[in-house]
């Protein structure tokens, strides 16, 4: 009995603890709030049909662009000033190059360049993926501005928002996040924002932007990927196994 008095004693004066430490930080001026958004709900029908449309980014089409295109593509960037320009017969300025792809499934090539142009719209950071010589997914890094052109093209899709405060006065934490969907019958995108400040101070700012097929050949990917991982698995074991 002694001793559960003592352990109830000791609870107590923690919680009083715990209490004492809210109202402390309370009247500091902390605080802690958090806001949510979801777009009204939609139905699939009117999902598809808004982004009816929607078959890739600019000149990439998901299912359809090859890789013989790309290089067709990166001889017309050439004649545009704002990639950069020729010096003594070379080329310098952004491209498409291919990334190594060793860790991945071998039928999947991966193409990037550090900018490019839609209108006057700057994407950077572009990656194309291809499986079998055909373009599956584009993944880049935008501003709003992409995500705007999407918005009035393809509808307002799917949204959802959180805005969450931490911290004192003129010292608070602010992250925002924005999702946002589009999609029909064999494509997905989606938008993700996220902006991190404290104070006036912004301290990290993303804006990812990705599209993707929704056919087949996405568990296709999947398995190849697999199996590609366990061979490499397989063959670090078996060298470690013969420097024992």
């Known amino acids: 009995m002694l001793v559960s008095a003592r352990l109830k004693n000791k609870n107590m004066r923690k919680i009083c603890i715990y209490l004492l430490l809210i109202g402390l930080i309370s009247s ?11 777009s009204p709900e939609k139905s699939t029908t009117l999902l598809y049909k808004e982004a009816k449309s929607m078959k890739g980014l600019s000149l990439f089409y998901i299912g359809k662009t090859t890789i013989n295109d790309l290089l067709k593509i990166k001889k ?6 704002r990639y950069g320009s020729y010096y003594l017969g070379r080329w310098i300025g952004d491209d498409f190059e291919k990334e190594d792809n060793e860790n991945t499934c071998p039928d999947i ?23 079998k010589n055909t373009l599956y997914k584009i993944r880049c890094w935008t501003s709003d501005i992409l995500r705007d052109a999407f918005i009035k093209k393809y509808g307002e ?19 925002s996040v924005e999702n946002i969907t589009w999609e029909n019958d064999s494509l997905i995108a989606t ?21 993707t ?7 296709e990917i999947e398995d190849c990927n697999q199996k590609e991982y366990k061979k490499k698995e397989n063959e670090k074991n078996k060298r470690r196994r013969e420097h024992k």
């Open 191 to 211: 938008y993700d924002s996220s902006i991190e400040s404290i104070g006036t101070s912004i301290i990290s700012s993303t804006n990812d932007f990705v599209i």
């Open 157 to 175: 899709g799917v949204k959802i928002e959180t805005r969450d405060l931490t911290g004192k006065e003129k010292n608070e934490n602010l992250k």
């Open 213 to 219: 097929t929704k056919t087949k050949i996405i568990k």
């Open 109 to 131: 090539e991966i193409y990037k360049i550090s900018k490019y142009f839609i209108g006057d719209i700057e994407i950077s950071y572009l990656e194309l993926y291809f499986y």
């Open 76 to 81: 017309e960037i050439k004649k545009d000033s």
């Open 28 to 38: 500091c001026g902390y605080k802690n709030e958090h806001e949510s958004y979801k």
